[in-house]
């Protein structure tokens, strides 16, 4: 064998282990990789919250304000004459003066609001229920 051809086979050689230790020494600096959610709701970190409603906020096309602001006069002067009942029906109720003696049973339908004074065993129940809603508060005294 020529000194040339020994030498090809020792470069080779030489040339391999390098190549062997490069991808053996990788493998050991690799890691599992763990999915971490972001969502705070499906486990994720709880100070991701206020970003993720920001940008929610931010991509909402929806406006809050175009419903109330299409309102006409009249059904602004309606509300006005049912605030003003309601506020009417709430000093009655906690006037310490009064006593309450003056609340008549029935039922009294306000716009949208049906109100209901009922005496019972335990005392007076006032039933408050909107139509549009469904919503009921319910006051016993």
């Known amino acids: 064998m020529s000194s040339l051809t020994k030498t090809a086979t020792k470069m080779k050689t030489i040339i391999s282990t390098i190549f062997i230790l490069l991808f053996a020494g990788t493998t050991g600096f690799a890691q599992q990789l763990v ?44 509300e006005t004459v049912k605030r003003q009942i309601l506020s009417q029906l709430s000093r009655g109720l906690f006037d310490e003066n009064d006593k309450l003696e003056n609340l008549e049973e029935g039922t009294f339908e306000i716009g949208d609001l049906i109100i209901s004074i009922d005496e019972t065993r335990t005392g007076t129940v006032i039933r408050i229920i909107d139509n549009k809603t469904g919503e009921t508060t319910e006051i016993i005294l």
């Open 35 to 78: 999915y971490t959610p972001v969502n705070p709701n499906f486990g994720g970190n709880p100070l991701n919250y206020s970003g993720l409603l920001a940008s929610a906020n931010a991509q909402n096309k929806f406006d809050d304000n175009k419903n109330s602001s299409n309102s006409s006069l009249l059904d602004s002067f309606s």
